[in-house]
């Protein structure tokens, strides 16, 4: 079975500050990891993908193998990275989301 | 192209009335979601369709049914709602090329009484 956990609920951090959302995953063979965001009253969209390692808003994600995570970072929070972020894991047939963790960027 | 749609954007059931949220994608993509978001949960899968002609169930199927009726359309029926079902519902799509990056829909909020 796949399982992608996101320990945070909720990260607040101050405009400016660096930002890290943790993501670890579960799953036998090679994984195909993402990080979707959901701002306010707009629809998921997805933000990036481990495979493309590129960086998005200043995000960028590196797949680590060995701790099996895939962690979404931002080296200066923006007010306009407050948003829901979801860590998913493709595999399968279909795609496992986290259970999301809320960027509070504090002004 | 507008994407992926779903109608409607609210709906407040009571206890046992049925229902079905409809979803349409204008992408010619072979796959489609539906998910269920809750607070804590994250995004659940209810059921999805691979391919047109064909659904499986995902995490959370239970009181839920599903009919893709051609390509581009794939609806969610609730026969019997219950006030568990209280939730936001979500459509995805996904293309052939890129089965893993999925396009969202806005989302249908339902109440049950």
């Known amino acids: 079975a796949q399982r992608v956990t996101q320990p945070e609920k909720l990260l607040s951090v101050f405009k400016g500050a660096p930002v890290e959302l943790k993501c670890n995953y579960s799953?036998?063979?090679?994984?195909?990891l993402f990080w979707y965001v959901q701002y306010s009253r707009q629809r998921l969209q997805l933000l990036l993908r481990?495979?493309s390692r590129e960086s998005i808003k200043g995000f960028t994600a590196d797949l680590n193998k060995g701790e099996t995570s895939f962690h979404l970072k931002k080296p200066f929070a923006q007010e306009e990275d407050s948003a829901m972020y979801y860590c998913?894991?493709?595999?399968?047939?279909?795609?496992?989301f986290g259970t999301g963790t809320k960027l509070q960027v504090i002004p | 192209n507008a994407g992926v749609t779903q109608t409607p954007k609210f709906q407040v059931l009571k206890t046992g009335q049925s229902m079905t949220l409809q979803c349409a994608q204008d992408?010619?993509?072979?796959?489609m979601y539906w998910y269920r978001q809750d607070p804590g949960m994250g995004l659940r899968l209810i059921y999805y369709?691979?391919?047109?002609?064909?659904?499986d169930k995902g995490e959370v199927p239970n009181g839920y049914n599903v009919s893709r009726l051609n390509k581009r359309e794939f609806s969610l029926r609730l026969e019997s709602a219950a006030p568990s079902q209280t939730s936001v519902y979500f459509c995805?799509?996904?293309?052939?090329?890129?089965?893993?990056?999925?396009?969202f829909g806005p989302g249908t909020r339902l109440t049950v009484t």
């Open positions: 995805a799509s996904s293309g052939a090329g890129i089965p893993y990056e999925q396009y």
């Open positions: 799953y036998s063979g090679s994984p195909e």
């Open positions: 481990h495979i």
């Open positions: 998913a894991l493709y595999g399968y047939q279909k795609v496992t």
């Open positions: 992408m010619n993509h072979n796959s």
């Open positions: 369709s691979a391919s047109e002609g064909t659904t």
